[in-house]
């Protein structure tokens, strides 16, 4: 049985964690490719996002707008369409109609009853405040790429987080639903690690590149975290 016990502090990825971005991003996507006739499997479109996002994060830092600006293209790309500039908008515009999933909300007050708990998201400041609303929880800490000037999986912004928080690593649990974004960089600087593998088109993946890693714990879902972290 995994033992809560030692932790203080649950920092959670926002994206495809708290909030379904595998249907925004999908809504988004096809949506575009709908427009140039070309017809992709969910599974594929998530595959190459994954790529392109990676891709994109790589390099020096950029904002997460510019990113999905990028990946739009880099579907243009592939797929021979040059993406027009409405196009290359309407994905990042598309995040704030991205809804949390169906368990999100109840579950982070059931764990902000006994935990501190922050967010840790490869996402822009101002686009971030679209989500948070939605998710209903006031939050002890956000911690944005934008703050931290680089990407998950950069150790950077694992770091700016520890500085936030105030606290040690054996403190500290962070929860994911990406093993190549959350669980291997957590995990390289010894804090616990929490894969909510969700249901997805690419089980196991999702819409990001494909690593391997082990984390902690492995749930499904996180009404099972509150369950288990609150038994």
């Not at 996002?49 to 994109?56: F, M, R, S, T, V």
């Amino acid at each position: 049985m995994f033992d809560f016990s030692p932790f203080q502090f649950i920092t959670f990825d926002c994206y495809g964690t708290l909030i379904d971005w595998e249907t925004g991003i999908l809504t988004a996507l096809q949506r575009i490719l709908e427009q140039h006739s070309i017809h992709r499997s969910n599974a594929e479109v998530l595959a190459l996002y994954g790529d392109l996002e990676a891709q994109a994060e790589g390099g020096e830092y950029q904002s997460y707008r510019e990113v999905l600006r990028k990946v739009v293209r880099g579907m243009g790309e592939r797929y021979r369409f040059e993406a027009t500039a409405a196009e290359q908008e309407s994905l990042p515009d598309s995040i704030a109609s991205w809804r949390p999933f169906p368990d999100t909300v109840d579950a982070l007050r059931q764990l902000h009853s006994r935990f501190r708990l922050g967010i840790i998201s490869n996402i822009d400041d101002d686009l971030f405040r679209a989500s948070a609303g939605q998710l209903e929880v006031n939050f002890d800490h956000v911690i944005t790429a934008f703050q931290a000037r680089a990407y998950k999986p950069s150790p950077t912004i694992f770091r700016l987080a520890q500085q936030k928080l105030g606290i040690s690593t054996a403190e500290w649990l962070h929860a994911g639903q990406s093993i190549y974004h959350d669980v291997i960089p957590a995990k390289s600087l010894g804090i616990a690690t929490l894969w909510v593998n969700r249901p997805s088109h690419r089980p196991g993946v999702g819409a990001v590149r494909q690593a391997a890693g082990v984390p902690d714990l492995e749930v499904r879902s996180l009404r099972e975290v509150s369950e288990l972290a609150l038994t």
